[in-house]
């Protein structure tokens, strides 16, 4: 499955929802997934928060390193904060992995809902 973002921006909330789609095992597949994330954000012309469904995203072991670098310096450079949420285990389990390596939040919440309020935490926390 080749990478993709399908997004939409909700400016009342400043939120740019996500779901990704990829199945990343090369290097090149990371930076093609990236760069499409960095293309969304710099349209919206200002820093967002991101809340992003995993349930199609499986990061392999051989690129779980490189792709949580990449995906801090993306974060930490483009948004305000971000929450992902998912369902299945095995995209659960291989984005945490990929954030434990980065040292990014591990939480993968359950429900969109449940990402949504987390980033309204981060918001009251000035974050």
Known sequence: MEPRIVSKYD???NILFAEDYGDLSTREQ???????????????????????????LLVRAEVAEYYGQQARA?????????????TDNWAR??????SLKAGMP??????????????????????
Request: hydrophobic share 40%.
């Open 30 to 56: 990371v930076d093609e997934f990236v760069a499409r994330y960095v293309e969304i954000l710099r349209e919206l012309e200002r820093p967002a928060y991101i809340v992003s469904n995993i349930d199609h």
């Open 74 to 86: 993306t974060v930490d450079h483009y948004s305000l904060g971000f929450a992902r949420w998912g």
């Open 11 to 13: 400016s009342a909330r």
């Open 93 to 98: 389990m291989t984005v945490r992995t990929t």
């Open 106 to 127: 591990t939480k993968i919440f359950d429900t969109r809902d449940e990402a949504v309020e987390e980033i309204e935490r981060m918001r009251m926390n000035g974050r």
